[in-house]
């Protein structure tokens, strides 16, 4: 099964993988032009055979593969991390026809991405996904990206990979937490655009939760077709494509507020995602609706959390509801000082919109911290 597309009339293509064939990866390969000198960029958490599967891979197919282990944890998702990669490339005289394969989730992707995007200016691009999160948004879209002097995404380009893999096999062993985090995308997709994503959810909640690989992989390429269809004719986030950001503002939000006061890592960004859903939607003035009622009941059906709790926090609640207010207004989509969201006044109906309801904002936040 695959997803093709086209920008700028160069073609990219979704490569789903059911039952560990991952041969097709190198015979993928063979149809971009390169010079077969390969920078494989991992995340040291993997499952070793799987590392070592692909990388025997590519050997077997000719090519001259260099590996980098990374730590995937979101505190590395930053220039360090960015150089490291350019400093290998240069070393090894990677040139513009080189590939550079991610093996990871969020971190590991963006600043592959981003490396592959600012080395001679662009060089291929291949992204193998490891978390759900990854696997049904942050691998496709192009957006590139490391955190900067605290700021979630905040320096970064536009840069797309020619080829996802999406492997059945690396979803099936994903950590239970990791899975589940990442259907807060598949949820928020469903939402703002595909009744066949609502159904597919609310029908075969027991075989997405076993991971029963024929509805995963059908979930996940409905789920990124309707990325494809938001993105595709607006890849600088301009005008449509910005619904793809339903529930990001309050998200972004509450990651760097948790992120930096936390005993320990406790929050993933799809968790924030459907808590940033419900926010935006309360923001709107619909918590009684349907719209609320569907998204609230998707996410505890995926055992999504609805509210955020103070357990493994340093802060009261005061305090990490005025952090968290004042992380809004850092917020890349912000027009002029005021931030925006993305309102969904009913199922599949989006646009942007201003906040100026600052007392609103207020409320909204604190409806979701519980003690």
């Known amino acids: 099964m695959k997803l093709n597309y086209s920008i700028n009339k160069i073609k990219h293509s979704i490569v789903f993988c059911k039952n560990n064939k991952i041969e097709i990866i190198s015979k993928s390969i063979a149809s971009i032009n390169s010079d077969k000198n390969v920078l494989f960029v991992y995340d040291g958490k993997i499952d070793k055979k799987i590392v070592n599967d692909i990388f025997f891979e590519l050997k077997l197919s000719g090519c001259k593969v260099v590996k980098i282990e990374c730590a995937a944890e979101k505190l590395n998702k930053n220039e360090k991390l960015l150089f490291r990669i350019l400093d290998v490339l240069l070393a090894n005289n990677f040139t513009r026809k080189s590939i550079i394969i991610s093996l990871g989730g969020g971190v590991i992707g963006d600043v592959s991405a981003l490396a592959s995007s600012l080395y001679l200016r662009g060089l291929n691009y291949i992204c193998i996904p490891t978390t759900m999160t990854a696997i049904v948004d942050s691998s496709i879209g192009g957006k590139t990206a490391i955190n900067y002097k605290g700021i979630t995404n905040s320096v970064g380009t536009y840069y797309h990979p020619k080829l996802v893999f999406i492997l059945d096999k690396i979803i099936k062993t994903l950590p239970e937490r990791e899975f589940i985090a990442g259907l807060a995308e598949v949820i928020k997709c469903g939402i703002i655009s595909d009744k066949k994503i609502i159904s597919l959810l609310q029908k075969n909640r ?17 789920t990124l077709k309707t990325k494809i269809k938001f993105f595709i004719n607006d890849i600088y986030e301009e005008d449509k494509r910005l619904s793809l950001n339903f529930g990001h503002t309050f998200a972004h939000a509450i990651e760097m507020a948790i992120d930096k006061n936390s005993k320990k890592d406790n929050i993933r960004h799809g968790e924030a995602v459907g808590i940033g859903m419900l926010c935006e939607i309360y923001y709107e003035k619909k918590k009684k609706e349907k719209i609320f009622k569907i998204t609230k009941s998707l996410l505890e059906n995926y055992k999504l959390p609805t509210y955020l709790s103070l357990k493994n926090t340093s802060l009261n609640k005061v305090n990490l509801q005025n952090i968290i207010y004042k992380n809004i207004f850092l917020d890349k989509k912000r027009l002029n000082k005021n931030p925006r969201y993305i309102s969904v ?27």
Do not use: A, P
Not at 206 to 222: D, M, P, T
């Open 345 to 371: 006044s009913r199922l599949f109906k989006s646009k942007i919109k201003e906040m100026n309801d600052f007392n609103l904002l207020n409320d909204t936040i604190n409806q979701i911290i519980y003690d």
């Open 206 to 222: 027991s075989e997405i939760l076993r991971r029963k690989s024929n509805v995963i992989l059908k979930l996940c390429y409905l």
